[in-house]
């Protein structure tokens, strides 16, 4: 994405999430988009 067409709040969501992600197992993302893992919507 180009950051010249981010807004200052996206940015900062952007870079929030990044962050949040590191500390997040690869493989438990990796299971996620592949649909293995299943969360409650609740949560």
Known sequence: MID???T???RQLRDE???FV???P???LL???A???RYPTEA
Do not use: Y
Request: no cysteine; glycine share 4%; charged share 45%.
């Open 4 to 6: 010249a067409l981010l």
């Open 22 to 24: 590191k500390g997040v």
């Open 35 to 37: 649909d293995k893992v």
């Open 8 to 10: 200052e709040p996206q």
């Open 26 to 28: 690869r493989q438990l």
């Open 17 to 19: 999430v990044r962050e």
């Open 31 to 33: 299971d996620m988009d």
